[in-house]
């Protein structure tokens, strides 16, 4: 099975999860509901998750080919896309997805190093997370009115991932959150479709930020440096 029909068959069961986690029902269920609490879906209102879900993949596994590390970033893509999906919907990033993600993804980068025999990145991916935890925790007692305890959470689960690749990728990652956060407000400004005083979710800017610096966050440093020295 390719990376991007397993995107096909996770993003099919991702909806239920969508649907259950907001009203305070597991992710999880059990033999007895089926793992993942329903069937997967391929109905119409899945399409787009599942389309997201199966491109996320296919992006991953050409990043990351075969490796160590790419489990932990499957794992990664999907929760992010349920979690941008929930906080869109109810402006919430609820803790059954959060916490969970510290020690799966923790664990899975935790055995990557382990295959690679390398110990260095799975250190500095825990100094991501505490950095950019605790970033996000000062910026949301400066101002607690545009930040909340959800985005700090997430903020852990993104310098894991982001500080395994390297501290250009933390910066990055965390910098273009904010810009793309700053665009979205903007555009919904201009659209009218939301106020001065309306409450814009931000983990889906987080997430993306996050992730186009996982795909891209070398050539992106390589390119903001090198237009410094011209």
Same mark, same amino acid.
């Given at each position: 099975?390719?990376?991007?029909?397993?995107?096909?068959?996770?993003?099919?069961? %991702?909806?239920?999860?969508?649907?259950?986690?907001?009203? =305070?029902?597991?992710?999880?269920?059990?033999?007895?509901?089926?793992?993942?609490?329903?069937?997967?879906?391929?109905?119409?209102?899945?399409?787009? !998750?599942?389309?997201?879900?199966?491109?996320?993949?296919?992006?991953?596994? +050409?990043?990351?080919?075969?490796?160590?590390?790419?489990?932990?970033?499957?794992?990664?893509?999907?929760? =992010? !896309?349920?979690?941008? +999906? !929930?906080? %869109?919907?109810?402006?919430?990033?609820?803790?059954?997805?959060?916490?969970?993600?510290?020690?799966?993804?923790?664990?899975?980068?935790?055995?990557?190093?382990?295959?690679?025999?390398?110990?260095?990145?799975?250190?500095?991916?825990?100094?991501?997370?505490?950095?950019?935890?605790?970033?996000?925790?000062?910026?949301?007692?400066?101002?607690?009115?545009?930040?909340?305890?959800?985005?700090?959470?997430?903020?852990?689960?993104?310098?894991?991932?982001?500080?395994?690749?390297?501290?250009?990728?933390?910066?990055?990652? =965390?910098?273009?959150?904010?810009?793309?956060?700053?665009?979205?407000?903007?555009?919904?400004? +201009?659209?009218?479709?939301?106020?001065?005083?309306?409450?814009?979710?931000?983990?889906?800017?987080? %997430?993306?930020?996050?992730?186009?610096?996982?795909?891209?966050?070398?050539? !992106?440093?390589?390119?903001?440096?090198?237009?410094? +020295?011209?």
């Amino acid at each position: 099975m390719s990376i991007g029909l397993l995107g096909v068959l996770v993003g099919a069961y %991702l909806p239920g999860i969508i649907e259950r986690v907001p009203a =305070g029902e597991p992710v999880l269920v059990g033999p007895g509901g089926g793992w993942f609490g329903s069937a997967p879906r391929f109905d119409r209102q899945s399409v787009p !998750i599942i389309a997201v879900t199966a491109a996320v993949y296919a992006l991953l596994a +050409a990043r990351f080919g075969f490796s160590a590390e790419l489990p932990a970033f499957l794992y990664g893509g999907a929760a =992010g !896309i349920a979690l941008a +999906a !929930i906080d %869109l919907a109810h402006h919430r990033l609820p803790n059954a997805l959060t916490l969970p993600s510290y020690l799966i993804a923790g664990g899975l980068l935790g055995l990557a190093a382990l295959v690679r025999g390398e110990l260095g990145p799975f250190l500095r991916a825990l100094a991501g997370m505490v950095v950019l935890y605790a970033l996000y925790y000062l910026l949301m007692l400066i101002y607690p009115a545009g930040m909340g305890f959800g985005d700090v959470k997430l903020a852990g689960v993104l310098g894991l991932y982001l500080g395994w690749l390297g501290w250009a990728e933390v910066i990055i990652g =965390g910098f273009l959150g904010f810009v793309i956060g700053a665009l979205a407000g903007l555009g919904l400004l +201009a659209t009218r479709r939301a106020t001065r005083k309306s409450a814009v979710p931000f983990g889906p800017a987080m %997430l993306l930020g996050a992730l186009i610096a996982v795909l891209a966050g070398i050539p !992106i440093a390589d390119w903001y440096l090198g237009g410094m +020295a011209g």
